[in-house]
């Protein structure tokens, strides 16, 4: 069943968004009048919150589906050759929709382990992958 699925699913967007510095809310509406640059007021947000945040959008566009799918987000580290790590979401009850999912590097991770440079995304549905997409990295790494 998941095989007849695999063109029903698309994984649209997998951005990164960089947390280190954030624009007080209070200087925000002088952005870009007279000269006044995002960089003069841009501050270091606390050592708790600085990371890396990626958001994964995807869609389904099929029938109401009674088995649960998995988001599967395999990441590596910048540096560090150890096997990837790995963070799984389900969902029950699937429906044809847009979703989002955020996966967080943040705090204390981020400090010990820094960025992550490569990662795999994995759509399974009954353990079968319907759909993946992955950074331009992590085809290097694998040699594809």
Do not use: C
């Not at 002088?30 to 995002?38: C, E, L, P, T």
């Not at 429906?95 to 399974?124: A, C, H, Q």
Request: glycine share 6%; net charge positive; no cysteine.
């Amino acid at each position: 069943k998941a095989e007849e699925l695999q063109g029903k699913f698309f994984i649209e967007k997998v951005n990164r968004i960089e947390k280190l510095y954030v624009v007080p809310p209070e200087r925000r509406h002088f952005m870009g009048s007279n000269g006044i640059q995002k960089f003069d007021y841009l501050r270091l947000i606390p050592e708790s919150e600085r990371g890396e945040e990626y958001v994964v959008t995807f869609r389904y566009r099929g029938k109401k589906v009674n088995s649960p799918l998995k988001l599967r987000f395999e990441y590596r580290f910048e540096g560090k050759l150890l096997e990837p790590y790995g963070k799984e979401y389900e969902y029950v009850n699937f429906k044809p929709d847009s979703y989002k999912w955020v996966f967080k590097n943040i705090g204390t991770d981020y400090k010990e382990n820094g960025k992550i440079d490569k990662w795999k995304i994995t759509l399974l549905l009954n353990d079968v992958p319907v759909i993946e997409k992955r950074s331009a990295t992590w085809h290097a790494m694998e040699g594809t």
